[in-house]
């Protein structure tokens, strides 16, 4: 149902953008021959009001033995939502946890620049030159984090209200009783009903949404530029996926957050996304429009992850056809 309403959507735009030549898939169909040509990855696309840049991304594992994401490049724009999609292993979380700074051991940066390019109240950050402390100043008050599993980032034995008045006390000068009624205040707008009695519950009390949105709540309570979700949605069932996803995008559009959203799931990306990376083996392949990269993929990879797609909805196959006739 999230998957057809959002490719019905697209088709719509697919029919507009072909009665006006549909220029940026030609620009798409460029980037991934020169791509395939060259090795590497397609031509950064420059956001309008760019938050975060990626420049030439390179990151090694086992130890520096092994080079797993070879010269990413993109940006992110304020109010603007970048999907990054790809196969398991094609280094969409790496490359995400390189920008947060939380590679696992064995992991390192090799190359390439991240930076925070920072706003008029708010300072650039080469992110690649931060020790623990400047860590501490931006992830939370300027990065925010949401990941797949709530419950394992949560802690179990400490009341999730708690656990957002913690966060917030960490960020800012808010007293006590400040904090708490701030949480209570961004419990309510991440959509909890009832938010008194959720800030008493324990998270094992919580639905798998409930506890996404505590999470969300505790990633925006230092309100920041840049929020990244990492298969935030994966785990949930596809309605209360939509109600998250929903969520996210006000966010994003209330606060000119810029969002970074890793998927595996292309329904997402139809849904939510303003503009797409496709990754295959370390590299971006294919960068566009959701219009574009979903109703006319230009790289065989993008092309399999859609065919992998037609396989999981039933009723994807007949919107996709139309999006194929409508794009060409
Ligand atoms: N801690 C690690 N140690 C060694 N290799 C790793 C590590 N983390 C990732 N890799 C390797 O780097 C490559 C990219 O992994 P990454 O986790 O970024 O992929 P992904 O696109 O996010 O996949 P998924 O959708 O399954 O999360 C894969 O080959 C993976 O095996």
């Not at 966060?167 to 808010?174: D, F, I, Q, S, W």
């Amino acid at each position: 149902m999230l998957v057809a309403g959002a490719l019905n959507a697209l088709a719509d735009a697919v029919r507009d953008a072909g009665s006006a030549g549909a220029p940026g898939t030609l620009a798409v169909d460029q980037a991934a021959e020169a791509q395939a040509e060259d090795g590497q990855s397609a031509e950064t696309v420059p956001a309008a009001d760019p938050v975060l840049r990626v420049a030439g991304l390179r990151v090694s594992v086992h130890g520096g033995r092994a080079e797993a994401v070879h010269g990413v490049s993109f940006e992110v724009g304020r109010g603007e939502i970048v999907g990054l999609v790809g196969e398991s292993g094609s280094g969409k979380t790496l490359t995400c946890r390189s920008v947060t700074g939380l590679l696992a051991p064995g992991c390192a940066r090799s190359g390439g620049s991240v930076e925070l390019l920072g706003g008029a109240d708010t300072e650039p950050v080469d992110l690649t030159a931060l020790d623990r402390a400047g860590w501490n100043a931006v992830r939370g008050p300027r990065i925010g984090i949401v990941f797949q599993d709530p419950a394992s980032y949560l802690n179990p034995s400490i009341p999730v209200g708690r656990q957002l008045v913690e966060a917030l006390r960490a960020h800012t000068e808010l007293s006590k009783a400040q904090a708490r009624a701030r949480a209570l205040e961004l419990f309510g707008s991440v959509g909890l009903r009832e938010p008194e009695t959720v800030y008493a519950q324990y998270p094992h009390e919580l639905s798998g949404g409930m506890a996404q949105r505590v999470l969300i709540a505790i990633a925006i309570s230092g309100d920041p530029e840049l929020l990244i979700a990492d298969e935030a949605t994966s785990a949930l069932d596809v309605l209360v996926q939509a109600e998250v996803l929903d969520l996210l995008r006000s966010l994003v559009r209330e606060r000119g957050l810029a969002l970074l959203l890793v998927t595996h799931d292309l329904g997402v990306v139809a849904e939510l996304c303003d503009r797409v990376l496709v990754f295959d083996a370390g590299r971006i392949v294919e960068q566009g429009s959701a219009a574009q990269v979903v109703g006319a993929p230009a790289h065989p990879r993008t092309k399999r992850l859609l065919d992998a797609a037609l396989v999981w909805q039933p009723g994807f196959e007949d919107v996709h056809s139309e999006l194929i006739g409508a794009a060409s």
